[in-house]
């Protein structure tokens, strides 16, 4: 639970033993925390939404824990509706908008009442993110975003939205996130707070010179590792 965080204007998500709910008549926003993932990884869920009357959905790499307007964020999002259902790039870039990719839905992949299996694969890839969705086994989006914002090249949070219009909405059976070429996800908050004591030692180090505590190359070679260091931490790999 306290992996969470929320934005609800009333009630925050109730925990039931490993599930999560958002009910009543507020929509809110709850994400985990910020994490890098190994490239190709993959997390999974099930998803119920007792009604599906509204949008609703789950984000992805993005820079914010939980946000009200998704003008502010960057980051994606896969948008659930009756009729469609959408991937959003968060914010918009140039003339392409927020929508990049569109799935016919019908209430026939994801409906009221009937809970789905989702897993979403985030690879970053030299030329752009590669973005998969499955929802049941079944591939549903499949699309390599070749204009992502570069702050969607590092790592984000991921999360889930809830909408009043639906009534209710559970999350069980969140599984983390599997495989990858590096495994499993990772906080970030113990390198981001190594880096910075790196660099402010290696701010200090003189080497190579008459009375010099190190010796010559050892700021170099420290340098070198900072900037390997801070390479995994903007790239989540």
Request: proline share 3%; glycine share 14%; hydrophobic share 35%.
């Amino acid at each position: 639970e306290t992996s969470w965080k929320e934005n609800s204007d009333k009630l925050g998500p109730q925990y039931n033993g490993s599930s999560m709910v958002m009910d009543g008549a507020a929509s809110s926003m709850l994400a985990g925390q910020k994490l890098a993932v190994s490239s190709g990884a993959t997390f999974k869920a099930n998803v119920l939404y007792e009604k599906l009357s509204q949008w609703t959905g789950i984000t992805f790499k993005s820079t914010q824990p939980v946000s009200g307007s998704f003008t502010t964020q960057v980051g994606y999002g896969i948008v659930v509706k009756p009729d469609i259902i959408e991937l959003q790039r968060y914010p918009k870039v140039g003339s392409d908008g927020g929508i990049i990719a569109i799935v016919e839905n019908n209430e026939e992949i994801c409906r009221g009442g009937v809970a789905f299996d989702v897993e979403a694969t985030v690879k970053t890839q030299k030329d752009g993110v590669h973005v998969l969705v499955k929802i049941d086994g079944e591939t549903i989006i499949d699309y390599l975003d070749k204009v992502a914002p570069a702050e969607a090249m590092g790592p984000g949070y991921y999360g889930f939205m809830h909408h009043s219009g639906n009534t209710k909405t559970t999350i069980s059976k969140f599984t983390g996130v599997t495989g990858g070429s590096g495994g499993e996800y990772m906080s970030l908050v113990p390198l981001e707070k190594a880096i910075t004591e790196a660099s402010k030692f290696e701010a200090g180090v003189v080497d190579g010179e008459t009375g010099a505590t190190y010796k010559p190359g050892s700021k170099d070679t420290l340098k070198a590792a900072i900037d390997a260091a801070q390479g995994v931490y903007d790239n989540g790999s």
